[in-house]
């Protein structure tokens, strides 16, 4: 299993911090040798009180 987290400031924009992070990862995902097919993944997502996004974590199943 391999697992990324992104954690959210308390008072940050989560939208343009979700985009910035989107833009770079897209960059990079730019550069690399396509795979044949993608692993499955799931994703979790934490929320300040205010509804805000704190935390987004991906964790990606291992191939066989």
Do not use: N
């Amino acid at each position: 299993m391999t697992m990324a987290v992104v954690t959210f400031a308390p008072g940050e924009d989560p939208v343009a911090t979700a985009r910035a992070v989107m833009s770079a990862l897209s960059l990079w995902l730019s550069e690399q040798p396509r795979p044949e097919q993608a692993p499955p993944a799931r994703a979790h997502c934490i929320y300040y009180d205010e509804g805000k996004l704190r935390t987004l974590t991906v964790v990606v199943a291992e191939g066989d």
